[in-house]
């Protein structure tokens, strides 16, 4: 049995603690907030029987083996750190950190101290995700030339007040970018080699539409997103043989797989 922690006591916590209550291995015993009222209301809406006011109170608990940060993406760095140096695993929202220095600086601590670090970046575990790769990996559709995705929804700046606050870390890529961003290459099994981006900033400043260019180690790759304007979030990935369609690329259970006459001669779900 693997015993979660969990800081943070805000919707997605409510979300990984339900896929918890759907696991065998898995069991969360408490969770903790910085305001000792919210994680008291949290834990008995959950009917959890253990909460903290404050993350330094969770993380002596000797029982809790791993830490899910539920936190917003400003403190993923700073929480990261305090789990390890408590000796922790952690599993932490995406987006991780907020910059190439602060995700070196948590990678070389987990392995210097032997500890389980991972973005808690759940698409990849869907089963058409698994398909998808299996379907490339096969040579379903030969070489892979080019990869698409788009992702975005209009989003409400008073009950998504976060995404539109630098001080948080919002930002359409942050938030929803880094499905496709995250998603594609590991598809592929490519590392991500040169970037080009292109974005409009709305007027906190962060991001709303991004546009990235990418070139892999083998093929190219475009993605947009957007928290202003509302996108298909679909994917597709084109190789010399056929190609693939995945409707809804962070979730969603379906994908087709298409020969070069564009007939369909697979589709999962």
């Given at each position: 049995?693997?015993?979660?922690?969990?800081?943070?006591?805000?919707?997605?916590?409510?979300?990984?603690?339900?896929?918890?209550?759907?696991?065998?291995e898995g069991e969360v015993l408490a969770?903790?907030?910085?305001?000792?009222?919210?994680?008291?209301?949290?834990?008995?809406?959950?009917?959890?029987?253990?909460?903290?006011?404050?993350?330094?109170?969770?993380?002596?608990?000797?029982?809790?083996?791993?830490?899910?940060?539920?936190?917003?993406?400003?403190?993923?760095?700073?929480?990261?750190?305090?789990?390890?140096?408590?000796?922790?695993?952690?599993?932490?929202?995406?987006?991780?950190?907020?910059?190439?220095?602060?995700?070196?600086?948590?990678?070389?601590?987990?392995?210097?101290?032997?500890?389980?670090?991972?973005?808690?970046?759940?698409?990849?575990?869907?089963?058409?995700?698994?398909?998808?790769?299996?379907?490339?990996?096969?040579?379903?559709?030969?070489?892979?030339?080019?990869?698409?995705?788009?992702?975005?929804?209009?989003?409400?700046?008073?009950?998504?007040?976060?995404?539109?606050?630098?001080?948080?870390?919002?930002?359409?890529?942050?938030?929803?970018?880094?499905?496709?961003?995250?998603l594609l290459p590991y598809l592929v099994?490519?590392?991500?080699?040169?970037?080009?981006?292109?974005?409009?900033?709305?007027?906190?400043?962060?991001?709303?539409?991004?546009?990235?260019?990418?070139?892999?180690?083998?093929?190219?790759?475009?993605?947009?997103?957007?928290?202003?304007?509302?996108?298909?979030?679909?994917?597709?990935?084109?190789?010399?043989?056929?190609?693939?369609?995945?409707?809804?690329?962070?979730?969603?259970?379906?994908?087709?797989?298409?020969?070069?006459?564009?007939?369909?001669?697979?589709?999962?779900?």
């Amino acid at each position: 049995m693997i015993y979660f922690g969990i800081i943070g006591a805000g919707d997605i916590a409510r979300k990984f603690l339900d896929a918890v209550r759907q696991t065998e291995e898995g069991e969360v015993l408490a969770i903790a907030s910085r305001d000792i009222n919210r994680a008291r209301e949290w834990a008995k809406k959950e009917h959890l029987e253990t909460c903290y006011g404050s993350y330094e109170e969770l993380l002596a608990n000797p029982q809790i083996d791993v830490v899910y940060i539920a936190t917003t993406t400003n403190a993923h760095y700073k929480n990261i750190l305090q789990c390890l140096h408590a000796r922790k695993h952690v599993l932490c929202e995406k987006s991780l950190v907020c910059t190439y220095e602060q995700a070196k600086e948590v990678c070389t601590l987990a392995k210097e101290k032997n500890l389980f670090l991972m973005e808690a970046m759940w698409s990849r575990f869907l089963p058409k995700t698994t398909t998808v790769r299996n379907w490339i990996a096969n040579g379903r559709i030969g070489k892979v030339n080019l990869m698409q995705a788009t992702i975005g929804w209009k989003a409400d700046d008073v009950y998504n007040k976060r995404l539109f606050l630098p001080e948080l870390g919002g930002g359409s890529l942050y938030d929803i970018g880094i499905y496709p961003l995250e998603l594609l290459p590991y598809l592929v099994d490519q590392k991500i080699m040169e970037l080009q981006s292109l974005m409009k900033r709305c007027y906190t400043g962060i991001d709303d539409i991004c546009s990235l260019n990418l070139k892999l180690e083998d093929c190219f790759a475009n993605i947009q997103c957007s928290f202003t304007t509302k996108l298909s979030e679909d994917a597709y990935i084109y190789g010399e043989d056929g190609y693939i369609r995945i409707p809804k690329i962070h979730y969603g259970n379906q994908a087709f797989l298409y020969n070069h006459e564009d007939k369909i001669t697979e589709h999962f779900e």
